[in-house]
Protein backbone atom coordinates (compact mmCIF):
# COMPACT_ATOMS: atom_id res chain seq x y z
CA UNK A 1 0.00 0.00 0.00
CA UNK A 2 1.15 2.94 -1.27
CA UNK A 3 0.96 6.35 1.92
CA UNK A 4 0.73 9.37 0.57
CA UNK A 5 0.39 12.85 2.63
CA UNK A 6 0.21 15.72 0.06
CA UNK A 7 -2.11 16.47 -2.94
CA UNK A 8 0.73 16.95 -5.46
CA UNK A 9 1.94 13.31 -4.71
CA UNK A 10 -1.65 11.79 -4.66
CA UNK A 11 -2.63 13.62 -7.93
CA UNK A 12 0.37 11.91 -9.19
CA UNK A 13 -0.29 8.45 -8.09
CA UNK A 14 -3.75 8.59 -9.23
CA UNK A 15 -2.74 10.15 -13.00
CA UNK A 16 -0.20 7.35 -12.82
CA UNK A 17 -2.74 4.61 -12.46
CA UNK A 18 -5.48 5.93 -14.59
CA UNK A 19 -3.02 6.34 -17.15
CA UNK A 20 -2.52 2.41 -16.99
CA UNK A 21 -5.80 1.87 -17.77
CA UNK A 22 -7.34 1.50 -14.11
CA UNK A 23 -10.77 2.78 -12.73
CA UNK A 24 -10.51 4.46 -9.15
CA UNK A 25 -12.39 4.09 -5.89
CA UNK A 26 -12.36 6.25 -3.08
CA UNK A 27 -13.43 5.69 0.47
CA UNK A 28 -13.59 8.49 2.78
CA UNK A 29 -13.19 7.92 6.03
CA UNK A 30 -12.14 9.32 9.60
CA UNK A 31 -9.87 6.43 10.45
CA UNK A 32 -10.65 4.37 13.55
CA UNK A 33 -11.48 1.56 11.09
CA UNK A 34 -14.09 -1.23 11.73
CA UNK A 35 -15.59 -3.57 9.93
CA UNK A 36 -18.33 -0.98 8.55
CA UNK A 37 -15.66 0.71 7.18
CA UNK A 38 -14.22 -2.50 5.58
CA UNK A 39 -16.98 -3.15 4.02
CA UNK A 40 -16.67 -0.50 1.88
CA UNK A 41 -13.12 -1.18 0.78
CA UNK A 42 -13.90 -4.47 -0.08
CA UNK A 43 -16.92 -2.85 -2.20
CA UNK A 44 -14.39 -0.84 -3.72
CA UNK A 45 -12.02 -3.46 -4.71
CA UNK A 46 -14.97 -5.32 -6.23
CA UNK A 47 -15.94 -2.81 -8.74
CA UNK A 48 -13.10 -0.96 -9.45
CA UNK A 49 -9.11 -1.78 -10.02
CA UNK A 50 -7.88 1.24 -7.78
CA UNK A 51 -8.94 1.42 -3.57
CA UNK A 52 -7.77 4.81 -2.55
CA UNK A 53 -9.01 5.58 1.34
CA UNK A 54 -8.26 9.05 2.80
CA UNK A 55 -8.08 8.78 6.66
CA UNK A 56 -8.63 12.73 7.77
CA UNK A 57 -10.14 13.76 10.77
CA UNK A 58 -12.00 17.08 9.70
CA UNK A 59 -12.45 20.05 11.91
CA UNK A 60 -14.76 21.58 10.08
CA UNK A 61 -17.40 18.94 10.65
CA UNK A 62 -17.05 18.98 14.00
CA UNK A 63 -18.90 21.66 16.54
CA UNK A 64 -16.68 23.43 18.94
CA UNK A 65 -18.46 21.34 21.89
CA UNK A 66 -17.94 18.64 20.21
CA UNK A 67 -15.73 15.58 19.62
CA UNK A 68 -12.75 16.30 17.26
CA UNK A 69 -9.87 16.57 19.94
CA UNK A 70 -11.10 12.95 21.46
CA UNK A 71 -12.05 11.31 18.34
CA UNK A 72 -9.82 8.32 17.98
CA UNK A 73 -6.66 8.45 16.25
CA UNK A 74 -5.29 4.78 16.15
CA UNK A 75 -3.05 4.88 13.08
CA UNK A 76 -0.51 2.12 12.91
CA UNK A 77 -3.59 -0.26 13.44
CA UNK A 78 -5.44 1.46 10.85
CA UNK A 79 -2.84 0.69 8.20
CA UNK A 80 -2.87 -2.49 9.62
CA UNK A 81 -5.62 -3.16 8.82
CA UNK A 82 -5.77 -1.41 5.13
CA UNK A 83 -2.95 -3.29 4.27
CA UNK A 84 -4.69 -7.00 5.10
CA UNK A 85 -7.90 -5.54 2.55
CA UNK A 86 -5.02 -5.02 -0.09
CA UNK A 87 -5.96 -1.59 -0.13
CA UNK A 88 -3.52 0.43 -2.93
CA UNK A 89 -3.53 3.70 -1.63
CA UNK A 90 -4.20 5.68 1.71
CA UNK A 91 -4.27 9.37 1.80
CA UNK A 92 -3.53 10.81 5.02
CA UNK A 93 -3.29 14.51 4.47
CA UNK A 94 -2.77 16.86 7.36
CA UNK A 95 -4.99 20.03 8.48
CA UNK A 96 -2.92 22.35 6.06
CA UNK A 97 -2.74 20.49 2.82
CA UNK A 98 -7.25 20.19 3.22
CA UNK A 99 -7.04 23.83 4.55
CA UNK A 100 -4.79 26.09 2.82
CA UNK A 101 -3.86 29.39 5.17
CA UNK A 102 -6.84 31.58 4.57
CA UNK A 103 -9.14 28.72 3.15
CA UNK A 104 -13.15 30.47 3.12
CA UNK A 105 -14.81 28.15 0.51
CA UNK A 106 -17.44 25.67 2.10
CA UNK A 107 -19.92 23.84 0.06
CA UNK A 108 -23.54 24.35 1.44
CA UNK A 109 -26.47 21.45 0.59
CA UNK A 110 -29.68 23.42 1.22
CA UNK A 111 -33.01 21.45 2.54
CA UNK A 112 -31.67 18.17 3.33
CA UNK A 113 -29.37 18.93 5.71
CA UNK A 114 -31.94 21.20 7.73
CA UNK A 115 -33.69 18.32 9.95
CA UNK A 116 -32.43 15.43 12.29
CA UNK A 117 -28.24 15.69 12.11
CA UNK A 118 -28.40 19.16 10.99
CA UNK A 119 -30.40 20.35 13.10
CA UNK A 120 -28.58 19.21 16.11
CA UNK A 121 -25.22 19.53 14.48
CA UNK A 122 -26.43 22.70 12.68
CA UNK A 123 -22.41 23.52 11.00
CA UNK A 124 -21.99 19.79 10.17
CA UNK A 125 -23.25 18.75 6.83
CA UNK A 126 -21.44 22.08 5.75
CA UNK A 127 -17.98 20.57 6.72
CA UNK A 128 -18.80 17.41 5.54
CA UNK A 129 -20.04 18.86 2.04
CA UNK A 130 -16.84 20.66 1.77
CA UNK A 131 -14.33 18.43 2.93
CA UNK A 132 -15.73 15.66 0.54
CA UNK A 133 -16.02 18.18 -2.33
CA UNK A 134 -12.42 18.95 -1.42
CA UNK A 135 -11.28 15.42 -1.67
CA UNK A 136 -13.10 14.60 -5.02
CA UNK A 137 -11.26 17.06 -6.67
CA UNK A 138 -8.07 15.66 -5.25
CA UNK A 139 -8.73 12.16 -6.06
CA UNK A 140 -11.10 12.66 -8.84
CA UNK A 141 -13.12 8.70 -8.49
CA UNK A 142 -14.32 6.85 -10.73
CA UNK A 143 -16.97 5.62 -7.96
CA UNK A 144 -16.90 6.96 -4.25
CA UNK A 145 -18.36 4.44 -1.38
CA UNK A 146 -20.19 5.90 1.08
CA UNK A 147 -22.06 4.02 4.36
CA UNK A 148 -25.83 3.42 4.92
CA UNK A 149 -25.24 3.88 8.67
CA UNK A 150 -24.93 7.80 7.96
CA UNK A 151 -27.96 7.70 6.17
CA UNK A 152 -28.27 11.52 6.21
CA UNK A 153 -24.75 12.41 5.08
CA UNK A 154 -25.06 9.53 2.21
CA UNK A 155 -28.40 11.91 0.72
CA UNK A 156 -26.51 15.00 1.03
CA UNK A 157 -23.42 13.61 -0.93
CA UNK A 158 -25.68 12.53 -3.66
CA UNK A 159 -27.46 15.70 -4.20
CA UNK A 160 -24.26 17.52 -3.50
CA UNK A 161 -22.77 15.54 -6.55
CA UNK A 162 -25.96 15.47 -8.95
CA UNK A 163 -26.70 19.34 -8.44
CA UNK A 164 -22.76 20.34 -8.79
CA UNK A 165 -22.50 17.80 -11.73
CA UNK A 166 -19.32 15.77 -10.25
CA UNK A 167 -18.23 13.53 -12.24
CA UNK A 168 -18.23 10.59 -9.67
CA UNK A 169 -20.70 7.48 -9.33
CA UNK A 170 -21.76 7.48 -5.42
CA UNK A 171 -22.29 3.71 -4.18
CA UNK A 172 -24.32 3.64 -1.24
CA UNK A 173 -23.60 0.63 1.05
CA UNK A 174 -25.21 -1.44 4.02
CA UNK A 175 -24.88 -1.09 7.56
CA UNK A 176 -22.27 -3.48 9.49
CA UNK A 177 -23.49 -4.59 12.66
CA UNK A 178 -22.14 -6.35 15.78
CA UNK A 179 -23.40 -9.84 16.64
CA UNK A 180 -26.06 -8.31 18.90
CA UNK A 181 -27.33 -5.68 16.49
CA UNK A 182 -25.39 -2.78 17.30
CA UNK A 183 -24.81 -0.75 14.18
CA UNK A 184 -20.66 -0.46 14.06
CA UNK A 185 -19.21 2.77 14.49
CA UNK A 186 -15.73 4.54 15.37
CA UNK A 187 -17.71 6.51 17.99
CA UNK A 188 -18.57 3.23 20.00
CA UNK A 189 -15.28 3.02 21.52
CA UNK A 190 -17.08 5.88 23.93
CA UNK A 191 -19.63 3.42 25.39
CA UNK A 192 -18.30 1.55 28.40
CA UNK A 193 -19.78 -2.00 29.57
CA UNK A 194 -23.36 -0.80 30.70
CA UNK A 195 -23.69 1.44 28.26
CA UNK A 196 -22.19 -0.87 25.45
CA UNK A 197 -25.28 -2.85 26.45
CA UNK A 198 -28.00 -0.25 26.63
CA UNK A 199 -26.90 1.18 23.15
CA UNK A 200 -29.02 -1.84 21.65
CA UNK A 201 -31.86 0.07 22.71
CA UNK A 202 -31.07 1.48 19.28
CA UNK A 203 -31.75 -1.52 17.14
CA UNK A 204 -34.30 -2.67 19.26
CA UNK A 205 -36.20 0.75 18.76
CA UNK A 206 -35.75 0.48 15.16
CA UNK A 207 -36.71 -3.42 14.85
CA UNK A 208 -39.88 -2.88 16.83
CA UNK A 209 -41.21 0.00 14.52
CA UNK A 210 -40.26 -1.65 11.79
CA UNK A 211 -42.52 -4.81 12.22
CA UNK A 212 -45.20 -2.30 13.61
CA UNK A 213 -44.59 -0.41 9.92
CA UNK A 214 -45.14 -3.55 7.75
CA UNK A 215 -47.98 -4.83 10.09
CA UNK A 216 -49.93 -1.76 8.99
CA UNK A 217 -49.48 0.62 11.37
CA UNK A 218 -50.52 4.24 10.84
CA UNK A 219 -46.70 5.91 10.53
CA UNK A 220 -48.06 8.15 13.59
CA UNK A 221 -48.66 4.97 16.13
CA UNK A 222 -45.38 3.48 14.83
CA UNK A 223 -43.80 6.53 16.07
CA UNK A 224 -45.75 7.05 19.28
CA UNK A 225 -45.16 2.34 19.72
CA UNK A 226 -41.78 3.09 19.37
CA UNK A 227 -40.88 6.12 21.30
CA UNK A 228 -42.78 4.23 23.87
CA UNK A 229 -40.90 1.23 23.80
CA UNK A 230 -37.62 3.10 24.05
CA UNK A 231 -38.51 4.66 27.12
CA UNK A 232 -39.36 1.18 28.80
CA UNK A 233 -36.08 0.13 28.07
CA UNK A 234 -33.99 2.72 28.74
CA UNK A 235 -31.72 3.35 31.88
CA UNK A 236 -30.10 6.37 31.08
CA UNK A 237 -30.22 6.69 26.74
CA UNK A 238 -32.20 9.97 25.96
CA UNK A 239 -33.91 9.16 23.09
CA UNK A 240 -32.97 12.72 20.37
CA UNK A 241 -35.15 11.46 17.24
CA UNK A 242 -37.58 8.73 15.76
CA UNK A 243 -39.03 9.66 12.39
CA UNK A 244 -39.86 7.79 9.13
CA UNK A 245 -38.53 9.89 6.26
CA UNK A 246 -37.76 9.80 2.45
CA UNK A 247 -34.44 8.76 2.76
CA UNK A 248 -33.72 10.91 -0.55
CA UNK A 249 -34.85 13.99 0.28
CA UNK A 250 -35.23 13.48 4.68
CA UNK A 251 -38.39 14.94 4.60
CA UNK A 252 -41.04 13.31 6.67
CA UNK A 253 -43.18 10.40 5.52
CA UNK A 254 -46.94 10.00 6.91
CA UNK A 255 -47.26 6.83 4.20
CA UNK A 256 -45.94 4.66 1.76
CA UNK A 257 -46.02 6.26 -1.66
CA UNK A 258 -45.79 4.03 -4.49
CA UNK A 259 -42.49 2.13 -5.16
CA UNK A 260 -40.48 4.38 -2.73
CA UNK A 261 -39.05 3.24 0.48
CA UNK A 262 -38.47 4.91 3.95
CA UNK A 263 -36.48 5.08 6.20
CA UNK A 264 -36.86 5.01 10.17
CA UNK A 265 -33.86 6.97 11.73
CA UNK A 266 -32.74 7.13 15.40
CA UNK A 267 -30.69 9.28 17.34
CA UNK A 268 -29.66 9.04 21.07
CA UNK A 269 -27.43 10.28 23.55
CA UNK A 270 -26.26 7.45 26.07
CA UNK A 271 -23.73 8.80 28.53
CA UNK A 272 -20.82 10.80 26.38
CA UNK A 273 -21.70 9.08 23.03
CA UNK A 274 -24.09 9.99 20.96
CA UNK A 275 -25.50 7.00 18.14
CA UNK A 276 -27.58 7.35 15.37
CA UNK A 277 -28.67 4.20 13.41
CA UNK A 278 -31.65 3.56 10.51
CA UNK A 279 -33.73 1.15 8.82
CA UNK A 280 -35.01 0.97 5.26
CA UNK A 281 -38.45 -0.13 5.09
CA UNK A 282 -40.34 -0.92 1.28
CA UNK A 283 -44.19 -1.99 1.37
CA UNK A 284 -45.12 -5.01 1.99
P1 LIG B 1 -16.48 7.92 9.17
O1 LIG B 1 -17.39 8.08 10.31
O2 LIG B 1 -15.08 7.44 9.43
O3 LIG B 1 -17.16 6.95 8.13
C1 LIG B 1 -16.54 6.67 6.88
C2 LIG B 1 -17.54 5.89 6.04
O4 LIG B 1 -17.83 4.65 6.68
C3 LIG B 1 -18.89 6.64 5.91
O5 LIG B 1 -19.34 6.53 4.56
C4 LIG B 1 -19.78 5.89 6.88
O6 LIG B 1 -21.16 5.94 6.54
C5 LIG B 1 -19.24 4.47 6.73
N1 LIG B 1 -19.62 3.64 7.88
C6 LIG B 1 -19.48 3.94 9.20
N2 LIG B 1 -20.01 2.96 9.97
C7 LIG B 1 -20.49 2.01 9.12
C8 LIG B 1 -21.16 0.75 9.29
N3 LIG B 1 -21.43 0.26 10.49
N4 LIG B 1 -21.52 0.07 8.18
C9 LIG B 1 -21.25 0.55 6.93
N5 LIG B 1 -20.62 1.73 6.71
C10 LIG B 1 -20.25 2.45 7.78
O7 LIG B 1 -18.44 9.57 7.67
C11 LIG B 1 -17.34 10.04 7.85
O8 LIG B 1 -16.30 9.31 8.40
C12 LIG B 1 -16.99 11.48 7.49
O9 LIG B 1 -18.12 12.28 7.65
C13 LIG B 1 -16.42 11.62 6.05
C14 LIG B 1 -17.43 11.17 4.98
C15 LIG B 1 -15.10 10.83 5.91
C16 LIG B 1 -16.09 13.12 5.77
O10 LIG B 1 -15.20 13.61 6.70
Redesign the pocket.
Known amino acids: MEIVKSVLEVRRVIAAARKSGKTIGF??????L?E??L??IRASKKKTSLAVVSI?V?PT?FAPSEDLEKYPRPIEKDIALLEKENTDVLFLPSNDEIYPKGFSTFVTVGDITEGFEGLLRPTHFRG?AT??ASLFNIIQPDVA??????LQ??AVIKRMVRDLHFPVQIEI?????EGDGL????RNRYLDLQEREEALILSQTLLNAQDNLQSGLSFADVKLKGAKFFDKLKKKAILEYLDIINPETFQLADSFKAKEDVAIIIAARIGEARLIDNVLVSKK
Open positions: IPTMGAHGHSLYNQVVVFFGQKDQACKTVRAMSS
